[in-house]
């Protein structure tokens, strides 16, 4: 699974949720209705369907996705361009690059800077090389979406205009993230230098803590296990770290927060555990995924810890619970195995 999450790390922008189309609507023929909104809202309804590994919406939607990046909507060409990271086939990502480097020069900038992010999934060094030249660019929005998505492939591109962008207080945590997705130990005293800022915020001191961490400094573990032990507002986000970073050492407090009811942390620290593999996490797991009484967003961070664990009696739960669980926890079960799936592909 990727390392950040939607919660605490950054991703690809993706079109904002909208309710389905009448379910009376084929999707298909939703798509070619003179209707710009019910064609955005037909190609949101079939991207969340092929997320969840429906192949048959992939059917529908992917041999479209060339003609919707041209589409006269705005909000459609920018969920066309989730649709192309969807892609798998390089004869499919050959077939969308010529209307998706043409987007990167959108006069909307919610497409253009989408556009960057689909460009990087194109096959050889044209898209790439557009990219690059956008951390140039004059629009500070464009150079700090290249950067970000640069970051994703480890292109080092990105990193001067990520560690400028350290210290603008909107930036930083969103570059921090990228930064630590870039893995070039360059960036290090930088991020240590924001560290040992005494005006920082606590939820930016933790997230630097956790991108020392990423690069094996002691300073920013130990931080993250100081902050899981404590009382702050940023224990949820130090324990999420926690997790995907293999802090081993913070597995006791993690284990003592996992077990604290009402607490705001509660979840990161179950997540935490199957993703560390702790010592009888499965058990543990387990037990709260199939516990009607438990509430049902522990049951769901258990369940995301289970995926992480992946022990065949892990995934075995998951295709169960994907199953005959109750109707949020069917669906999140069958996206963390759709996952499973595609990360061991």
Not at 109 to 130: C, K, N
């Amino acid at each position: 699974m990727g390392l950040f999450s939607s919660l605490f790390g950054k991703r690809a922008p993706q079109a904002e949720a909208e309710p389905s189309p009448d379910p009376g609507i084929d999707p298909g023929e939703a798509l070619e209705s003179p209707d710009g909104a019910l064609r955005v809202d037909a190609v949101r309804a079939l991207l969340e369907r092929w997320r969840s590994g429906d192949v048959q919406a992939a059917g529908i939607l992917a041999p479209r996705l060339a003609d919707l990046l041209a589409d006269p909507e705005p909000l459609v060409r920018a969920a066309a361009l989730s649709g192309v990271r969807l892609l798998r086939k390089p004869e499919n990502l050959a077939r969308c690059e010529s209307a998706v480097l043409t987007l990167l020069a959108d006069p909307v900038l919610q497409v253009r800077t989408a556009a960057i992010w689909s460009a990087l999934r194109l096959p050889g060094d044209t898209a790439r090389a557009q990219v690059r030249a956008l951390v140039r660019s004059g629009e500070e929005t464009m150079r700090f979406a290249a950067a970000c998505a640069l970051s994703d492939v480890q292109d080092s591109a990105a990193l001067p205009e990520l560690r400028a962008a350290l210290a603008d207080d909107h930036r930083r945590q969103e570059a921090l993230s990228a930064l630590m997705s870039l893995g070039d130990p360059s960036a290090v005293p930088g991020i240590a230098e924001v560290f040992e800022d005494e005006s920082l915020g606590e939820f930016d001191r933790t997230l630097a803590a956790a991108a020392l961490a990423r690069f094996g400094d002691a300073r920013g573990a130990g931080h993250l296990v100081a902050r899981i032990e404590s009382e702050g507002d940023d224990r949820p986000i130090a324990a999420e770290w926690a997790g995907r970073l293999g802090v081993q050492d913070a597995i006791p407090a993690l284990d003592a927060l996992a077990g604290t009811d009402g607490d705001a942390a509660q979840g990161a620290a179950i997540r935490a555990l199957g993703r560390l593999k702790a010592p009888g996490a499965e058990q543990r797991l387990v037990r709260i995924a199939t516990d009607g009484a438990s509430p049902d967003d522990l049951r769901m961070d258990a369940a995301e810890g289970l995926a992480e664990l992946g022990t065949p009696a892990a995934l075995d739960l998951l295709r169960k619970l994907a199953a005959e669980g109750p109707e949020e926890l069917r669906q999140l079960c069958a996206e963390l195995l759709a996952e499973v799936q595609t990360d061991a592909g």
